[in-house]
């Protein structure tokens, strides 16, 4: 496939309009070539799935993370390892291009596809932060029994619940990644819980005060992106070779 077309396909469903305003999208470094018929698709490119790269000889890479988060210059000053493995993949020539905030916005994208893995029914995007999604669940659940599904429908072995609110849950909003601070929008909304990530101690200290469910679940339930994007890819050509690199790994619960 061209791989022109290919990412022409993929802005028209995640324009970077849709990203965040602080994001880095797109390309991250390399040239594109004329043609593309193997994509790795990862959550993030890093020294660990390198090899896995290189032994598959693909063609583009595509990351949900961006590859290089800030001004090239400074990310490679003050980051050694990624600085090698940015020269590394300069010298092979290979892309990689990354589909961040754009995506987490986009129909079809990173809530899209976690709300359809709870099973949730409804659903819509958050009129006060439409990045976000909310759906009802087919029967209500008590919270803690709703924690324990969300977190297995999900694929993380934990969660950490706030259970501040109300006893059951029927209304469900999430945002993948770090959006613990939307949790306002939900609430006002009238969602019974919220679900997101990377929630720091004053933040929960606020939610408990506002008297509200929250679980923050790991940021690797963003894995998702990787059958997502996948299925993205090969409904523009189904002979695209797909190599999915899921690499993620949960810290250890001691």
């Excluded at 324009?15 to 040239?31: A, F, N, S």
């Excluded at 959006?179 to 609430?187: D, F, H, P, R, S």
């Amino acid at each position: 496939m061209k791989t022109k077309a290919l990412l022409r396909k993929l802005s028209k469903t995640f324009p970077k309009r849709l990203g965040e305003w602080y994001d880095h999208l797109g390309l991250q470094v390399g040239k594109l070539p004329e043609d593309v018929n193997k994509i790795m698709v990862c959550l993030d490119f890093d020294d660990e799935i390198y090899d896995i790269a290189i032994k598959e000889k693909v063609d583009l890479i595509i990351t949900h993370h961006p590859f290089i988060f800030g001004k090239l210059k400074k990310v490679l000053e003050r980051d050694p390892v990624k600085k090698a493995l940015y020269e590394k993949m300069v010298e092979k020539n290979i892309p990689i291009v990354s589909y961040h905030t754009n995506f987490d916005a986009g129909e079809g994208g990173m809530n899209c596809a976690l709300t359809e893995a709870l099973g949730l029914e409804n659903i819509k995007r958050l009129d006060t932060f439409p990045m976000a999604m909310g759906g009802t669940l087919k029967e209500e659940m008590e919270v803690h029994e709703f924690a324990k599904y969300a977190k297995e429908r999900l694929g993380v072995s934990y969660g950490l619940l706030i259970n501040e609110g109300k006893p059951t849950v029927k209304s469900v909003a999430i945002i993948g990644g770090g959006g613990w601070q939307e949790y306002l929008n939900a609430m006002q909304e009238g969602y019974d819980i919220y679900i997101s990530g990377d929630c720091p101690h004053h933040g929960r200290r606020e939610i408990v005060l506002n008297h509200y469910n929250y679980l923050d679940l790991p940021h690797e339930i963003e894995r998702i992106f990787i059958p997502t994007m996948t299925k993205i890819l090969l409904s523009f050509d189904k002979s695209l070779d797909i190599v999915q690199a899921d690499h993620e790994r949960l810290p250890e619960v001691i």
